[in-house]
């Protein structure tokens, strides 16, 4: 009987010291997270986001490159350079700079067409790195192209998880800004696209790396 208490009372310190481990290791990694997303919060990352904000001019495009599995992936899509994860476009609203995409929520909610400031679009606590590209459309086509995004942003655009580029109801990010582009041209302005076996679609980096498209900036976070 003493026996068994024995063993009951060491198996019960043993528990509660595996417990505390598991505690302080959550704690110290949580911490060290903390540190690492503020310290790219700092004054050199800020002026690079301000200058590259100063740059931009309406129907610009604006990309990133996120830091996590899913960027990853979804720059391991472009074929020919995947500096970038995700594609947004830029549109100035009495003098502020907001940039429209389309982005899945990772979960079984309804996604539809997101609306950020800049500075939130390029937060740095979860990018390495932005860039803003300007094609050389027309007046008439950026004019048009403006009235395109904001009337997929009233509508609710939703964001298209089975990323089929045959479909209009739904898109993915870099298709919203392909065929948004395609509608405000009249269909004249086909950017290339990308295809795997029985698979058609337009990456991150067909938005670029074609002749419409000249690199204005490009920006790469640091941490303290």
């Known amino acids: 009987m003493k026996i068994g208490k024995l063993n009951f009372f060491f198996k019960s310190i043993i528990t509660v010291i595996l417990v505390g481990i598991l505690i302080i290791t959550s704690f110290y990694f949580y911490n060290k997270y903390k540190v690492s997303s503020l310290s790219r919060n700092n ?19 604006i990309l990133r490159r996120g ?41 079984s909610r309804e996604s539809f067409l997101k609306r950020d400031l800049f500075e939130a679009f390029c937060n740095t606590n979860e990018n390495i790195r932005i860039g803003i590209y300007r094609f050389n459309f027309k007046k008439e086509i950026i004019i048009r192209l403006d009235s395109i995004v904001k009337n997929r942003y009233q509508n609710k655009l939703e964001f298209d998880s089975n990323f089929d580029l045959k479909t209009d109801e739904k898109q993915y990010c870099s298709e919203f800004i392909y065929k948004s582009i395609l509608n ?41």
């Open 43 to 61: 004054n050199f990352n800020k002026a690079g986001i301000l200058k590259g904000k100063l740059l931009v001019k309406n129907g610009d495009l």
């Open 67 to 107: 830091e996590d599995f899913i960027s990853a992936t979804a720059s391991g899509f472009s074929q020919s350079d995947n500096s970038f994860s995700h594609s947004g476009l830029a549109i100035i609203e009495n003098d502020t700079v907001f940039v429209y995409h389309s982005i899945g929520m990772g979960d």
């Open 184 to 224: 405000a041209s009249n269909n004249t302005i086909k950017l290339p696209l990308s295809e795997k076996p029985n698979f058609m679609y337009i990456a991150v980096d067909n938005l670029y790396l074609n002749s419409y498209a000249k690199r204005i900036f490009q920006f790469e976070y640091i941490l303290n």
